[in-house]
């Protein structure tokens, strides 16, 4: 199985900071035939079903703030949020569809410093 | 606007059984793979299966294999998930999600808790 680690677990950022997210891969999930990283990353608000933020490692979501980004590739990944807004408390998870079984990061709680 | 409803949970107690249905709209539902993600109280997300647009393959995580069965109508825009021999660590939160074949989970459920207890 692959596992995903997220870094850190949590942290608190002041509003209009930015708040940077890594994940990292046990094995590769960067599909050579079409060059794409099968990796996502989700948003998921107390009470509420995750959410799609970014798709293929960089892709945003359609509607998701250009304030979210992400960037990576192989088996190292990063979700950055610049300039945070209350709106985005939560906690963020990091997902392989890479293989199965599919396996998400355990995630990394964001909150306002 | 794409909508998922979960609906079957409950309490049920160990080795018991339980079925989860969740009926989709607002989306091609045939041309989706979907899926079942669980997440126990207070914990992370887990994928539990998928299956692929037409029905015709399914994969499990280990940890439900032989005892969970996914299954879909596609004429119903249905999507289901059959649990058997339940064991008190299958307590969850239950999403139905989907997304575009190869792809990431593009639609989510509310999701619908089951609950194993004696």
């Known amino acids: 199985d692959i596992v995903m680690t997220q870094s850190p677990d949590s942290l608190a950022v002041s509003l209009g900071e930015r708040a940077t997210i890594k994940c990292k891969s046990s094995?590769?999930?960067?599909?050579?035939?079409?060059?794409?990283?099968?990796l996502a990353w989700y948003q998921q608000k107390p009470g509420q079903p995750p959410k799609l933020l970014v798709y293929w490692a960089s892709t945003r979501e359609s509607g998701v703030p250009a304030r979210f980004s992400g960037s990576g590739s192989g088996t190292d990944f990063t979700l950055t949020i610049t300039s945070l807004q209350p709106e985005d408390v939560a906690v963020y998870y990091c997902?392989?569809?890479?293989?199965?079984?599919?396996?998400f990061g355990q995630g990394t709680k964001v909150e306002i410093k | 606007q794409a909508q998922l409803v979960e609906s079957g949970g409950g309490l049920v107690k160990p080795g018991g059984s339980l079925r989860l249905s969740c009926v989709a709209s607002?989306?091609?539902?045939?041309?989706?793979?979907m899926s079942w993600i669980r997440q126990a109280p207070g914990k992370g997300l887990e994928w539990v299966s998928y299956?692929?647009?037409?029905?015709?393959?399914?994969f499990y995580a280990d940890s439900v294999k032989g005892r969970f069965t996914i299954s879909r109508d596609n004429a119903k825009n249905s999507l289901y998930l059959q649990m058997n021999s339940l064991r008190v660590e299958d307590t969850a939160f239950y999403y139905c999600?989907?997304?575009?074949?190869?792809?990431?989970?593009?639609?989510w459920g509310q999701g619908k808790l089951v609950t194993v207890s004696s």
């Open positions: 299956i692929t647009s037409g029905g015709t393959t399914m």
């Open positions: 094995q590769s999930v960067l599909t050579n035939s079409n060059n794409k990283n099968y």
């Open positions: 999600a989907g997304g575009y074949p190869y792809g990431p989970l593009d639609y």
């Open positions: 997902q392989q569809f890479s293989t199965t079984p599919w396996t």
């Open positions: 607002g989306f091609t539902f045939s041309d989706f793979y």
